[in-house]
């Protein structure tokens, strides 16, 4: 039967007659799923990614995410190959780069991936390639950075190479695969130097994906859309956050105001406080723009405090600690208190710019006898179970909200005399916690 994309309501190619081949260069969080799709869609694919450990890991079977179940079961369905050898590279028809753009210690940008990567692939590329983009860029990257890397091999774009980008989208924590908006389902932008690169590029994933691809006027335009999406959402958490703060001086749960506001089936987005922005892409994603338009004469400054906002968060958060515990007459200092969660996410193990760093460093800077527990990433901790975390502690600070902690028999509060809880995700059952005659304090309630 031909393979349909539905969305489409058209007949595409056979998924089995793809003769194409697609070579993934970076198998992280976004890369190996994307191969596994590609694959899926019938594609002849290679995994390329500079460590080694991991590609041993790929070619013995092992998934390198199985923490992530569904991602593990497509591993299994759809296996292809991987390596580190750069003259596979030569095999691709189609080449695709996902790899890492985090920012350094002072929030400046690195390209030093994208560079890399881009630089072996102009070397070891066949002519007629599409070579597209997926790491998180801002606009001008392919323009300023990619483009003369190709260009200096001596390829002429447009005829030799077909350089285009499309932003991932992947939302980490849900599955890459899970039921709703998956890897596979959600819309992509593309943009490319030339009208055939778009054309492509946007063939290639219409090919791979059950959603829209849009078409961009420039590659400019596709960078800059995933920075506004990053940005946006920045800049929301950093709005509620500041009210959380606000309204924990007048009194006021914030959770309590945030489902009232959501009645109004118009014009309000529900955006949630926390202890902190943590992960790859919401606290890394804007200084990219922050820096770029800064070069170019343009202070983002809306930009800037959502940052600086979001930032603080975990300070605050021990803040929040530190009243609590002050309440039933403790000091912080000398205080046992188990941090539970180091992912800075439900149910991952990603613990990148994980608030929970911040917030152990913190306590410890106060005096505070601080151990951690997080099931998901249990070679970073020093407790390994939630019973042995309880009973060594006289308080607990949930910084994130995994099931296991969410649905935590709350008797073991009382059972191992835990005194306060701080809820860093306001994930808890605050009325029970205190009907216990525990302190309970989260963010903004
Ligand atoms: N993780 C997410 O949820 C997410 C979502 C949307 C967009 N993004 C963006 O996607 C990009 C990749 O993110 P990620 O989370 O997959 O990163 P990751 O760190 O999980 O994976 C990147 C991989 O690239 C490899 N690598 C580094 N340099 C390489 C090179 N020169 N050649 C080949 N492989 C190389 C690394 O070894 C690693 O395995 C980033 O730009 C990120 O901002 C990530």
Redesign the pocket.
Known sequence: MPYAKKYYNITFMSKTSKKETVVV???????LPLALLAKESGYNVIG????KE?VDMINGGVCPLGDDEKVAKKFAQFRFKATYDKDDITQGDIILV????PVDEDQNPVYD?VI??SE?VARTMKKGTLVVL???VNPGTCEEIVRPLFEREGHIIGKDVFIAHCP???D?GKSSFSAGYHIGNTARVVGAFTKEGTKRAAAFYRSIIDAEVREMKSIREAEAVKILENSFRDINIAFINEIAQSFDRLGIDVLDVIEGAKTKPYAFMAHYPSCGVGG??IPVDPYYLIESAQRSGFEHEFMRNARRINNFMPIYAVERMQDALNSIKLPLKGEKIGILGLAYKANVDDTRESPSFKIIKHLRKHGADVISFDPHVLHKCDSQSLEDILARVDHIFIATNHDEFVNMDLSLLKKNNIKVVLDGKNCMDKDAIEALGVVYRGIGR
Do not use: K, Q
């Open positions: 260069v970076g198998l992280g969080y976004v890369g390329f990614d500079i460590n991991w996902a790899v890492p753009t991936y890399s990567a072996m997926e790491s998180t991932e989208r992947i980490p790859h892409c």
